[in-house]
């Protein structure tokens, strides 16, 4: 829904490049942004382009008011049994919230069933792919890109967010730039997979807890 509402966004700034409409008078896609928008559609457009961005504008209230929907129903969900815990744990970790936590769970599912880091980047195409040519060579290329896309999504909004507020993130991110100031996208995976096996070692960690506290006394 989310990258639905991007695209019409997409499509009604392109609507409004091509009718010669530049700027506008408020912050994109706030409340008066979108009065502006409507007040268009009656001052300064043609009437095909007018009811194009009609049309665009009924859509996109259409997605925001499903992805309230659904965010609420994910809300719900985390708050069950089955994950409030570890929800609860995992949205500790700075720029991880409910989403998140719970696209990772989710599309990991039984956490236990890793026995080790590598194998959680190499599940979630985090790692690198290798080339071997028979000749005792192994290079090394781009990520592999295989397992879930959307928990690479999130992980990757997660690191963008706690690189702007913790400083022990920009650090360690600005650690591996230095080593390869062209290819800053490489730290990007990189702190990328270390949230990921950290949200690994919390979600076990909770895991264990909640079977030692279901044993009987």
């Given at each position: 829904m989310a990258e639905d509402a991007t695209a019409?966004?997409?499509?009604?700034?392109?609507?409004l490049k091509r009718n010669g409409i530049e700027s506008a008078p408020a912050k994109p896609w706030t409340i008066a942004y979108c009065e502006w928008l409507n007040g268009l559609r009656?001052?300064?457009l043609p009437s095909g382009a007018s009811a194009a961005l009609g049309s665009l504008l009924r859509q996109l209230a259409w997605l925001w008011s499903e992805i309230k929907r659904?965010?609420?129903?994910v809300l719900g969900l985390s708050q069950t049994e089955r994950y409030a815990s570890l929800v609860a744990a995992l949205t500790k970790q700075q720029g991880v919230g409910v989403l998140t936590a719970m696209v990772y769970l989710?599309?990991?599912?039984?956490?236990?069933?890793?026995?080790n880091r590598q194998q959680v980047g190499s599940f979630?195409?985090?790692?690198?792919?290798?080339?071997?040519?028979?000749?005792?060579?192994?290079?090394?290329?781009?990520?592999?890109r295989q397992g879930p896309t959307r928990v690479r999504k999130v992980l990757c909004q997660?690191?963008?967010a706690r690189l702007a507020h913790s400083p022990d993130e920009r650090a360690a991110y600005d650690r591996i730039v230095a080593r390869n100031p062209k290819h800053k996208k490489i730290a990007v995976v990189a702190r990328m997979r270390v949230l990921a096996v950290k949200l690994w070692h919390k979600g076990l960690e909770v895991r264990q807890a909640m079977r030692v506290a279901a044993v009987p006394t």
């Open positions: 019409v966004q997409s499509r009604i700034r392109w609507l009656d001052r300064e659904l965010d609420a129903q989710t599309e990991l599912g039984d956490l236990s069933r890793f026995a979630l195409g985090l790692v690198p792919s290798s080339f071997e040519t028979g000749e005792g060579s192994d290079r090394k290329g781009h990520i592999t997660a690191v963008w």
